[in-house]
Antibody, heavy 112, light 112 residues
Framework: EVQLVESGGSLVQPGGSLKLSCVAS????????MDWVRQTPGKSLEWIGE????????NYAPSIKDRFTISRDNAKSTLYLQMSNVKSDDTAIYYC?????WGQGVMVTVSS | DVVLTQTPVSLLISLGGQASISCRSS???????????LHWYLQKPGQSPQLLIY???NRFSGIPDRFSGSGSGTDFTLKISRVEPEDLGVYYC?????????FGGGTKLELK
């Protein structure tokens, strides 16, 4: 069974940093591109970015480019989202996804 | 960026009835490789999104044939026949042809 489990969500102050993790199981992690998607409370989904299978290529949404970095460790079957200089608008549930499968999401709250 | 416009924003359907959701793109979603990367998801209350249809018209594993997708170019439709209680939630289209990837605003399906 494919499972994606995110962790690392918390309350963080504006301008601060946070790193989210997503551990994958039930499939060969290194064979798939991975994405991060977020959802603000009561709102639609927003694609944040993606990373290719070996981590050499990433694409990002303009709204977070240069502030967020996606990386992966295939040996640990883990996807990461490094968030820097966070803003109140970054408050959301963050999901890791393989397009076909999604994690349960983790909450990030940006507030002073 | 590609804008996906979903209509209607909300749908009131009787059990056993039929629902139709439109997703219109601001530009063609035909990739240079000839494929069209337009997918449909359902997010049930309190859950992560789940994939229903990929590449316009292909049902994902375990998705009943009550769900069907169609369309081409810039106009796409998701149809749900014989609506059941477990079909309630918010439906989203997602395009993965162009970067950045983008979601439609969502269509909420409720029971009449």
């Amino acid at each position: 069974e494919v499972q994606l489990v995110e962790s690392g969500g918390s309350l963080v102050q504006p301008g601060g940093s946070l790193k989210l993790s997503c551990v994958a199981s039930g499939y060969t992690f290194s064979n798939y591109w991975m994405d991060w998607v977020r959802q603000t409370p009561g709102k639609s989904l927003e694609w944040i970015g993606e990373i290719n299978t070996d981590g050499s290529k990433t694409n990002y949404a303009p709204s977070i480019k240069d502030r967020f970095t996606i990386s992966r460790d295939n040996a640990k079957s883990t996807l990461y989202l490094q968030m820097s200089n966070v803003k109140s608008d970054d408050t959301a549930i963050y999901y890791c996804t393989r397009t076909t499968y999604w994690g349960q999401g983790v909450m990030v709250t940006v507030s002073s | 960026d590609v804008v996906l416009t979903q209509t209607p924003v909300s749908l009131l359907i009787s059990l056993g009835g039929q629902a139709s959701i439109s997703c219109r793109s601001s530009q063609s979603l035909v990739h240079s490789n000839g494929n069209t990367y337009l997918h449909w998801y359902l997010q049930k209350p309190g859950q992560s999104p789940q994939l229903l249809i990929y590449q316009v018209s292909n049902r994902f594993s375990g998705i009943p044939d009550r769900f069907s997708g169609s369309g081409s170019g810039t106009d796409f439709t998701l149809k749900i026949s014989r609506v059941e209680p477990e079909d309630l939630g918010v439906y989203y289209c997602l395009q993965r042809t162009h970067n950045p990837r983008t979601f439609g605003g969502g269509t909420k399906l409720e029971l009449k």
